[in-house]
């Protein structure tokens, strides 16, 4: 709240001054700010962020859901009048991907086996970290500020020519994107266009892919259950809705249900569906296949983009690459299972290098090491626990003092926040530090962080409440303020602090901040050699927890901080600790 206006008051006033703003510029209105042959990348996006849905509205939505067939059909509309009919997407030779978890691990090692082998490429996903053009790359690097300008009020002065009376001028925000994408890979002729799925499939506005060469479908589990179901076998009928005639369909091992499900989708649309062998299986007796993404959890993600990347291939009858058939090793649930086939060097090369900031990413800055994972499923936040503990074990210790082990958390949406939160507790950590996805309190000045589809209200109650879900679970029913020392991780590194507490527990402190950038301040005490702001916080150390914990982060000679259960608090996170992304 600022000055009794929650965000929400201020987010109309503030989306419909830039709306004037860009009408003006199409105009060509003198004086006005937005000019159309000098509009900056931050104007872009600012227009950009009128196109999300106001907070309230939002939930007005939610509650007088239209029918998704019929949104499908309005995208095609967008589509038509931003100048690009459904038979010009076939050109892009896409390979269209879903799952629950794992689909933008899948595309960017997908991505990064094909542009081995000198393809130009394309990539779609979503959603961005520090800056939206992540969102569309052109051979692994996002669009330059200058092509985004340009396809972005190309883009929007077309949409604004073609309205009517009898439709809304301008897609949503993700639509925009989607169609912009679209452009951009048609107009810089990439050979093939990864394309990544918003939420679900069937009816995602991604979609209006009419022939792909390839689809995929990585792990199944939980997550956006307002709109796509609350069991995994409607969610799993959501995903197979970007099965095509004809067109083969890859998906790695999943529980029965949701397999039968996907069975019965490609059945339904004469779709030649396939299960990926595991990794160990393409290995065979060569050495093993190194991943650049880190975590065990990867190598299903890189079996099934082994599978697209030869699958692409053999459709562009590419040499070395063989005839696509199933193997003979037997069927899963009446279903085939994808070739076993030795990968090339190309493709060795290109799982070696693929990068996807956020996922498994650590940064070692001093005393202090980032993990960093965009986790927010229960089962994607299960496969983080296992990375970090087992980066942890495996870590040599460079100091015989105390360490200290740090929760940066955040979760949005639907989602069982409760669950995800006792799903991190055996990492132990000796405090949880709960902030929204803001870097700062105010993002008015930095473009790509606005989000008028929450209020500054609604987020910092969810914070307090992952507070309170944490102290639950830990057993700690007084006050978030209270102090109470932890106990050392039996086998682990030591705490600073004399445990107090009953022998085989672990009580941790908890803390909330109202922005990312406080947390950071507080959690490390100026010792991040990068990350560097003037002070601290005001009236921070007024706070018992954060007064006493202060202490410790400064005389620890480690510390471990996981940053977790949102991509966008990833995303932010990132942004403050590596300028350089934002540049």
Same mark, same amino acid.
């Given at each position: 709240m600022r000055g009794g206006r929650s965000l929400a008051d201020a987010a109309w006033p503030v989306t419909e001054k830039f709306r004037w703003e860009a009408s003006m510029a199409r105009q060509g209105r003198p004086g006005c700010p937005l000019r159309a042959n000098a509009a900056s990348f931050q104007d872009a996006v600012r227009t950009l962020?009128?196109?999300?849905?106001?907070?309230?509205?939002?939930?007005?939505?939610?509650?007088?859901?239209?029918?998704?067939?019929?949104?499908?059909?309005?995208?095609?509309?967008?589509?038509? #009048? &931003? /100048?690009?009919?459904?038979?010009?997407?076939?050109?892009?030779?896409?390979?269209?991907?879903?799952?629950?978890?794992?689909?933008?691990?899948?595309?960017?090692?997908?991505? #990064?086996?094909?542009? &081995?082998?000198?393809?130009?490429?394309?990539?779609?996903?979503?959603?961005?970290?520090?800056?939206?053009?992540?969102?569309?790359?052109?051979?692994?690097?996002?669009?330059?500020?200058?092509?985004?300008?340009?396809?972005?009020?190309?883009?929007?002065?077309?949409l604004e020519e073609t309205k009517d009376g009898s439709c809304v001028s301008m897609p949503a925000y993700f639509r925009f994107l989607t169609l912009m994408a679209f452009h951009v890979f048609l107009q810089e002729k990439v050979d093939l266009a990864v394309v990544e799925v918003g939420i679900g499939g069937a009816y995602d506005c991604t979609n209006i892919i009419r022939k792909p060469v390839v689809c995929g479908i990585s792990s199944l589990g939980i997550d956006h259950t307002s709109l796509l179901g609350d069991t995994v076998e409607k969610i799993a009928w959501q995903k197979g809705g970007i099965f095509k005639h004809g067109v083969p369909a890859f998906t790695v091992l999943q529980p029965d249900g949701p397999l039968a499900v996907l069975k019965d989708r490609a059945q339904q649309v004469s779709c030649p569906l396939y299960v990926c062998p595991p990794l160990e299986a393409l290995e065979g007796g060569e050495p093993p296949l190194v991943l650049g993404l880190e975590g065990e959890h990867q190598r299903s993600?890189?079996?099934?983009?082994?599978?697209?990347?030869?699958?692409?291939?053999?459709?562009?009858?590419?040499?070395?690459?063989?005839?696509?058939k199933a193997s003979s090793s037997g069927l899963l649930q009446q279903l085939p299972l994808a070739p076993?086939?030795?990968?090339? &060097?190309?493709?060795?090369? /290109?799982?070696?290098?693929?990068?996807?900031?956020?996922?498994?990413?650590?940064?070692?800055? /001093?005393?202090?090491?980032?993990y960093l994972d965009g986790a927010h499923t229960a089962s994607s936040v299960k496969a983080c626990v296992r990375w970090f503990r087992q980066v942890l074990r495996g870590q040599e210790r460079l100091s015989s003092g105390p360490e200290v082990r740090v929760l940066l958390f955040n979760a949005t949406g639907d989602r069982d926040r409760a669950a995800l939160l006792k799903l991190l507790q055996p990492c132990q950590f000796d405090y949880a530090v709960f902030c929204p996805n803001m870097t700062e309190v105010s993002s008015t000045g930095n473009a790509d962080q606005q989000n008028f589809t929450v209020t500054l209200d609604q987020v910092l109650l969810r914070c307090l409440e992952h507070q309170?879900?944490?102290?639950?679970?830990?057993?700690?029913?007084?006050?978030? /303020?209270?102090?109470?020392?932890?106990?050392?991780?039996?086998?682990?590194?030591?705490?600073?602090?004399?445990?107090?507490?009953?022998?085989?527990?672990?009580?941790? &402190?908890?803390?909330?901040?109202?922005?990312?950038?406080?947390?950071?301040?507080?959690?490390?005490?100026?010792?991040?050699?990068?990350?560097?702001l003037p002070g601290s916080p005001r009236g921070l150390l007024t706070h018992p927890v954060a007064d006493g914990g202060a202490s410790v982060l400064r005389e620890a000679a480690a510390i471990h901080v996981l940053v977790t259960g949102s991509l966008h608090l990833v995303g932010g996170v990132l942004k403050l600790l590596e300028p350089s992304l934002s540049q």
């Open positions: 962020n009128t196109l999300q849905t106001n907070a309230g509205y939002l939930e007005q939505v939610k509650r007088q859901r239209g029918d998704p067939q019929a949104q499908l059909e309005a995208m095609v509309l967008y589509l038509a #009048r &931003s /100048g690009l009919q459904v038979e010009d997407l076939d050109k892009l030779n896409i390979i269209h991907v879903t799952g629950t978890k794992g689909k933008g691990s899948t595309c960017a090692f997908t991505e #990064r086996i094909l542009r &081995s082998y000198g393809l130009k490429t394309g990539f779609f996903s979503s959603p961005h970290l520090v800056q939206v053009r992540e969102r569309i790359r052109i051979n692994g690097q996002p669009i330059s500020p200058e092509l985004f300008t340009k396809h972005f009020w190309h883009l929007y002065h077309r993600n890189a079996a099934l983009a082994l599978q697209l990347a030869r699958c692409w291939l053999q459709q562009q009858d590419s040499p070395g690459i063989g005839e696509l076993v086939f030795r990968p090339t &060097s190309h493709m060795r090369h /290109g799982l070696q290098d693929t990068e996807w900031p956020g996922r498994n990413q650590v940064l070692r800055r /001093g005393p202090l090491t980032w309170q879900h944490w102290s639950t679970l830990a057993g700690d029913q007084a006050s978030p /303020g209270h102090w109470r020392p932890p106990s050392p991780e039996p086998g682990g590194p030591s705490s600073l602090l004399r445990p107090r507490c009953p022998p085989h527990t672990h009580s941790t &402190s908890s803390l909330v901040f109202s922005c990312i950038s406080h947390a950071l301040q507080w959690i490390s005490q100026g010792r991040d050699p990068v990350f560097q």
